[in-house]
């Protein structure tokens, strides 16, 4: 019976092993392009903790600029005054930097303000932090006013071949290290973006 126990032990420990390092690696790739701090020790990227609205927010902007031809780099000014667009964000709170990402998110079309509370320091769901992402650089389609706009986000995703897996849910809320996979597959996207357009050029 011990023996069972350990075994089964030792497949759940490699079994997070694997799923931490593979999303590791994302993670590394992301702050070699400067779209996400590095951590050191690793641990500190806590890959498998939820991540907050706000912090979503700033991987968003700086993912613009990374040099893509059809995408606008978002540029964040220094100093910066709150114009108060949303309720719970101001020009120090929650923080001392927050408004500034938030507020030129919003007027750059990656967030939406039709609601005037940004919530940000929640835990972000899928379908929200892949619509940032996909909005930021110019991939989430028009909205349809006949289907919900997590089922567009989903839908998008799956045809893009972003997810980490295509079932699932678009409410859960997304880990940071999934987040980073999802967001190193957005680039790999715009990069064929840019190899296609290369090849048009000699046809």
Known sequence: MKKILLICAGI???????????????AEYLADKHVIVRQRPAENYALAD?????????????????NFRSVESISLPDPYTCDNTFLDVKQNTPN?????????????GIITTNNKHFRPEADITRAEAIAMMLSAVKLMPKADDTKPWQETVMNTSKTLGILADDKLAADEKITRGELFYTVSRIIKVLYKQEIDYIDSLAQ
Do not use: D
């Not at 979503?56 to 700086?62: N, P």
């Open 12 to 26: 759940i420990i490699t079994s997070v092993s694997v799923y931490a390092l593979n999303y590791l690696n994302y």
């Open 50 to 66: 939820k991540v907050l609205r706000q912090e979503v927010v700033g991987i968003a902007i700086r993912l613009t600029g990374l």
């Open 96 to 108: 001392s930097w927050a408004c500034r990402s938030v507020e030129i998110a919003a007027k750059a």
